[in-house]
C-alpha cells in the first residue's frame, strides 16, 4: 500500500537554488495538499488542490509554487530558495474535504544554507 | 482568533500506564476534531474524527473525547506501550475548508 509517496527525503539546498519536491498519491484521491512543519509550530497549508488543473494558495504560499497536471501527482516548487524555507514538508491528500480523514507522505526534510 | 492550544508540552511515562493529552481550541465555526499520531521521522497518521454531535470515540487503546460546550478534547491512552511514543496532534475543521493545527504533546514510554 504505497498511499503518498514524497521524494526526496532530505536535501540540502544552497541559498538561491531551486528544486521540486516531488508527490504521487495511488489512492485516486481529488484533494492534494503540502504543508510544512517548523519547530515547535502546528503544520502551515502552504497550497493546495481540488483537482487536476486546479490550485489554490494557503496560508503561507509566498516563495512557493505548485502544479497539478494529473489526479496523481502533486509537485511543490521552491524557487530562489531562502533559508526561511528550512522546514520538513508533508504532502497529503483526501477523497475530499471536510469530513474525510487526510492521508500525510513520509515528509521531506528540506535545509537551506 | 481561532487557535488549538495542547497541553502538556512533552510527557513523560512508564509503559504500563495511563495518560491523558489535553486539547483546548477557540475555533469557530467548528465542524470536527481530529487527533493524529506522528512518529518521529514520519508523517501524521489519523487516530480519530469527531463532529459536534459525538462526545466519544475510540481507536483500540486510544479514546478521544470532545466538549462541544466548553471547547475541550481529550486523548486518552490506555495500558501504554512503548511504540506509543510519538506526538499526538490536535487538529480543528473550522468551516468546510480549514484545518488549524495544534502544536502537539510529544509522549515518551519508558520500560
Known amino acids: 500500500n504505497a498511499g503518498v509517496t514524497q521524494t526526496p527525503k532530505f536535501r540540502i539546498l544552497k541559498i538561491g537554488q531551486s528544486m521540486t519536491l516531488q508527490c504521487t498519491q495511488d489512492m485516486n484521491h481529488n484533494y492534494m495538499y503540502w504543508y510544512r512543519q517548523d519547530p515547535g509550530m502546528g503544520l502551515k497549508l502552504i497550497y493546495y488542490?481540488?483537482?487536476?488543473?486546479?490550485?489554490d494558495k494557503g496560508e503561507v504560499p509566498n516563495g512557493y509554487n505548485v502544479s497539478r497536471s494529473t489526479t496523481e501527482d502533486f509537485p511543490l516548487r521552491l524557487e530562489l530558495a531562502a533559508p526561511s524555507q528550512t522546514s520538513v514538508y508533508f504532502c497529503?491528500?483526501?477523497?475530499?474535504?471536510?469530513?474525510?480523514?487526510?492521508?500525510f507522505g513520509e515528509g521531506s526534510w528540506l535545509t537551506v544554507v | 482568533k481561532n487557535q488549538v492550544e495542547q497541553s502538556p508540552q512533552s510527557l513523560i511515562i512508564l509503559e504500563g500506564k495511563n495518560c491523558t493529552l489535553q486539547c483546548n481550541y477557540t475555533v469557530s465555526p467548528f465542524s470536527n476534531l481530529r487527533w493524529y499520531k506522528q512518529d518521529t521521522g514520519r508523517g501524521p497518521v489519523s487516530l480519530t474524527i469527531m463532529t459536534f454531535s459525538e462526545n466519544t470515540k475510540s481507536n483500540g487503546r486510544y479514546t478521544a473525547t470532545l466538549d462541544a460546550d466548553t471547547k475541550q478534547s481529550s486523548l486518552h491512552i490506555t495500558a501504554s506501550q512503548l511504540s506509543d511514543s510519538a506526538s499526538y496532534i490536535c487538529v480543528v475543521l473550522l468551516g468546510t475548508d480549514k484545518l488549524i493545527f495544534g502544536t502537539g504533546t510529544r509522549l515518551q514510554v519508558f520500560p
Open positions: 497529503a491528500s483526501s477523497p475530499s474535504y471536510g469530513g474525510n480523514t487526510i492521508y
Open positions: 488542490s481540488v483537482g487536476a488543473g486546479i490550485t
